[in-house]
Nanobody
Framework: EVQLVESGGGLVQAGGSLRLSCAAS????????IGWFRQAPGKELEGVSC????????WYADSVKGRFTISSDNAKNTFFLQMNSLKPEDTAVYSC???????????????WGQGTQVTVSS
């Protein structure tokens, strides 16, 4: 059974940083596509960043490009989202997900974490 457990959310002032972690188990981590998504109140779920299976290509949403970084520690089956220069509009519930595919923006992410709240105050 695939399990994803997020941590690292919280309250931060604008301009600050947070690092989200997603501890994974139950699948072959090295082969997986990984993704971070967020949903703000009253808004649709949106992709934030992802990394494809096999080729490892990385994608960022325009709204976070240059501020957020996706990475992983394969030995610990954990992946991360480093978020710098946070803005109030980054406030949302952030969720990690895994799937398989070489184009991470169209991967059918089958397994999801429970979500962690990120709140950025102005």
């Amino acid at each position: 059974e695939v399990q994803l457990v997020e941590s690292g959310g919280g309250l931060v002032q604008a301009g600050g940083s947070l690092r989200l972690s997603c501890a994974a188990s139950g699948f072959t981590f090295d082969d997986a596509a990984i993704g971070w998504f967020r949903q703000a109140p009253g808004k649709e779920l949106e992709g934030v960043s992802c990394r494809a299976s096999h080729n490892g290509s990385i994608w960022y949403a325009d709204s976070v490009k240059g501020r957020f970084t996706i990475s992983s520690d394969n030995a610990k089956n954990t992946f991360f989202l480093q978020m710098n220069s946070l803005k109030p509009e980054d406030t949302a519930v952030y969720s990690c997900a895994v799937g398989y595919g070489s184009v991470c923006t169209v991967v059918p992410y089958a397994s999801w974490g429970q979500g962690t709240q990120v709140t950025v105050s102005s």
